[in-house]
């Protein structure tokens, strides 16, 4: 005969697991919201910025709208841009910006960030976790930093600052060159908690970079003069 079925009320546990899976649905789905928000924003600003990024200034003001924006959209602490200068076989930084968390004191805070973006950092290619990502090709994500032998503790100390996780992604033309490397610090979760960089997180910053490739190839033809 035909099998019996018999009626059975849901648990609590069956409810705790369904409202579970409902919220992780939901923060997927709000997740790539913003990321698309994010990317049609870039897109806009580059849409009516490039044909005026004929100098310097105006290309590297275009590529700081970028590097903001995926900043805010990974939730990192610090981010930098390093420009491939294939003459001299070096990286050198575009840009820099940082959060006001995770440094010492506000004094010391402000002069840090200050100085960061003023200075002007030159590294072989294939030294320390950006001249890596550069070297490969590959993406880099690291959960502690001041474990892993490729990170530069040096870098820390000029710039009163605790580096614990790491991000650094390659930025590509579209024949595969690597025209640079986007390095992002200290990924903060809702409580200002420092964790790790994630696979998805490369991810939504190769999609915002591929936005700014242009810009970013403008700004390393204008390093080069």
Do not use: W
């Not at 590297?60 to 491939?84: Q, T």
């Not at 072989?124 to 474990?147: M, N």
């Amino acid at each position: 005969g035909e099998p019996e079925y018999k009626h059975v009320d849901f648990t609590d546990e069956d409810v705790s697991m369904t409202t579970f899976l409902i919220e992780q649905a939901q923060a997927k789905i709000q997740g790539k919201v913003e990321e698309k928000l994010m990317v049609d924003q870039i897109d806009n600003v580059l849409r009516h910025s490039e044909s005026e990024a004929n100098n310097a200034a105006a290309t590297l003001e275009i590529i700081g709208v970028f590097m903001n924006k995926a900043k805010i959209l990974i939730g990192a602490d610090r981010c930098s841009l390093f420009l491939v200068d294939d003459i001299k076989g070096e990286l050198c930084t575009a840009y820099a910006a940082a959060h006001s968390a995770n440094t010492m004191t506000s004094d010391d805070e402000q002069k840090s960030q200050e100085k960061e973006q003023k200075l002007v950092i030159r590294l072989p290619l294939g030294q320390g976790l950006v001249g890596a990502a550069a070297d490969s090709g590959k993406d880099i994500l690291i959960p502690d930093c001041q474990v892993d032998p490729r990170f530069d503790k040096n870098s820390d100390k000029r710039n009163n600052y605790m580096t614990k996780t790491c991000l650094c992604v390659p930025i590509k033309n579209s024949v595969g060159q690597v025209l640079g490397v986007v390095q992002m610090l200290n990924k903060t979760d809702a409580d200002f908690k420092i964790v790790p960089f994630t696979e998805e997180d490369a991810r939504k910053l190769r999609s915002i970079a591929s936005k700014a490739t242009v810009a970013i190839e403008k700004a390393q033809m204008f390093q080069k003069l």
